[in-house]
Structures are given as structure tokens and as C-alpha cells.
């Protein structure tokens, strides 16, 4: 017999220790509060529905559901979570946190979306996305109703959007290149100091010094990378307690102090069973 299970564990601000904060069956990781209180899954099980289930958790209380579709962050804001649905057309939908009516931001080019990411002030995305006939690249899409623009060539993507607390960087990934920063008001892109091609961009420090990448499976490192000198610090080791069916984690939060986290995975264990007597 074969179960297969996904969970989630998080440390939030002041607490001594991870906690186990999975719910459900097949609970996999979006995104944190800014606070680092509140964990925001999705759900694929059956509880998910047809649609997927999009959740979220605050301390010990149940979970909270907020829409369905595929989650993938939170404004910094934390009014909205951004979602996409699990068929085409690829839209990106913002699902309140609070009250309020879901918000569809529309865009009939595009063909295929991997990922996003928010701007500082909540007014706008960046989207790792690809449209009809083109190759992938990040773009900047206005929450108004502007124009969807280009802010790297065709090649370059992301597995995660990390922008700098500022609002002037995106941290973009050439394929087989290293991890650059590309200006989003346009631009040539500039080197990051000791970078190197496993790293995967994770968060970007509030005072915009340190970059910090994960490589790595179980545990996944965690690197502090400085942006002036190129150093690197390891951060933090993750990996669940109990390692036994994790072959690697799928995805780590990390608020911008760097004193909250969270990290998700799956867990796919087999039991034999010997059965004497039969007939």
C-alpha cells in the first residue's frame, strides 16, 4: 500500500521551534503573511474540489477558504492572493483576503503563466509568462488596466519572482545562465556578486543588502548572499524532522526579516503486508 501525503511546517517571529501546520491532505505551500502568522496553501484533495481550494491559516486556527485555482502569492499588502485558474485562459485572478469581490486581470496574449510576483506598493505584478509565438521572459503588468511590458529578452525566467523592496529590481534567470538583476523601468541587467548557477533566488532583504538563495533537496540550504561583496552565509539548513519518503522539499516562504519561514514537501511512503493462511 502506497499513501502519499503533502505537509507544511513554519516558524513564525519569536517562536522557539517549527510547528506542523498542515491541514488537509494534499496541502501544498503558496506563500506567508508579511507577519509570518498566517500560511496561505492550496489544496489538490478531495476537500480542494474540481477547482483546487485555495486556504489560509493564522496561528492555531482552522483555515480560512479564500477561492479556488492554482495560489501563488500574496500582495505585500495582504488584501489580496494572487491565483490562476487550473485551465486555460491563463488569467491572473486576485482573490480577497477579507471581504470583497474576486478581480481579474485579463491579458488575451498570454499563453502560458509560471509564476508572479508583487510589487512593493500592491499596484502591480511581475509575471514570468510566456506569449503566442514567443519564448518565456518576466514582465511588469499594472494592476490599472495598463499595458503588459516586457522587462527581460525572451530566455529569461524565474522560478520564483524576487523584487527588490524598492521597486526597482527583478532578479531574472537566463537559461543556462546565472541569476541577474534587470532594471524594471528597462534597462541592461547587472552581474550579482557571487552568484552561482544552483542557486535559486528566494528573498530579496528589506534593506535591499542580501539576496538570499536556496540549493540544494533535503535539507535544502539556505544562503545569505551580500550584494556589494558577494559573501555568502549559510542561513538556515530545512528539512522536516522525520526525513523518512521526502526527496525534496517544494517550496520555501521567507518573510523580508528574514525572521519568519515556512517550507512544504511531500511524503510518499510504502507499506508491505505478508498475509498467511490463504486458501
Same mark, same amino acid.
Request: glycine fraction near 12%; include cysteine; charged fraction near 25%.
Given at each position: ?140 503588468? =499594472? @494592476?490599472? $488596466? *495598463?499595458?503588459? /511590458? #516586457? ?12 523584487? +527588490? %523592496? ?16 534587470? =532594471? @524594471?523601468? $528597462? *534597462?541592461?541587467? /547587472? #552581474? ?12 530579496? +532583504? %528589506? ?17 545569505? @548572499?551580500?550584494?556589494?561583496?558577494? /559573501? ?33 514537501? @511531500? ?13
Amino acid at each position: 500500500r502506497k499513501s502519499l501525503r503533502m505537509e507544511v511546517r513554519a516558524r513564525a517571529a519569536g517562536d522557539r521551534q517549527e510547528h506542523d501546520v498542515s491541514w488537509f491532505d494534499l496541502p501544498f505551500l503558496a506563500d506567508l503573511t508579511a507577519d509570518g502568522r498566517g500560511v496561505v496553501f492550496g489544496e489538490s484533495g478531495e476537500t480542494g474540489g474540481p477547482g483546487y481550494g485555495i486556504f489560509m491559516r493564522t496561528g492555531e486556527a482552522p483555515p480560512v477558504r479564500l477561492g479556488e485555482g492554482r495560489p501563488l502569492t500574496l500582495s505585500p499588502d495582504g488584501h489580496w492572493m494572487a491565483s490562476i485558474p487550473l485551465a486555460p485562459p491563463f488569467h491572473v485572478v486576485l482573490i480577497p483576503t477579507g471581504a470583497g469581490q474576486a478581480r481579474t486581470v485579463k491579458e488575451d496574449d498570454l499563453q502560458d503563466l509560471y509564476e508572479l510576483g508583487w510589487l512593493p506598493d500592491s499596484r502591480g505584478v511581475v509575471l514570468a509568462a510566456r506569449l503566442k509565438g514567443q519564448g518565456t521572459r518576466l514582465f511588469a503588468q =499594472p @494592476l490599472d $488596466g *495598463g499595458p503588459l /511590458r #516586457p522587462v527581460t529578452p525572451e530566455g529569461v525566467g524565474a522560478r520564483r519572482i524576487v523584487v +527588490s %523592496a524598492d521597486g526597482q529590481w527583478v532578479v531574472g534567470v537566463p537559461m543556462g545562465g546565472l541569476p541577474q538583476l534587470y =532594471p @524594471l523601468a $528597462g *534597462g541592461e541587467p /547587472r #552581474p550579482i556578486p557571487g552568484a552561482e548557477a544552483e542557486d535559486q533566488p528566494l528573498q530579496w +532583504s %528589506a534593506d535591499g543588502r542580501t539576496l538570499y538563495v536556496q540549493r540544494g533537496r533535503v535539507p535544502m540550504q539556505v544562503y545569505a @548572499l551580500d550584494m556589494a561583496s558577494g /559573501r555568502r552565509d549559510l542561513w538556515r539548513e530545512l528539512a522536516p524532522e522525520d526525513r523518512a519518503g521526502v526527496p525534496a522539499l517544494t517550496r520555501i516562504c521567507l518573510t523580508r526579516d528574514a525572521k519568519s519561514y515556512a517550507f512544504g514537501y @511531500l511524503r510518499t511512503l510504502s507499506e508491505l503486508y505478508l498475509v498467511d493462511g490463504l486458501r
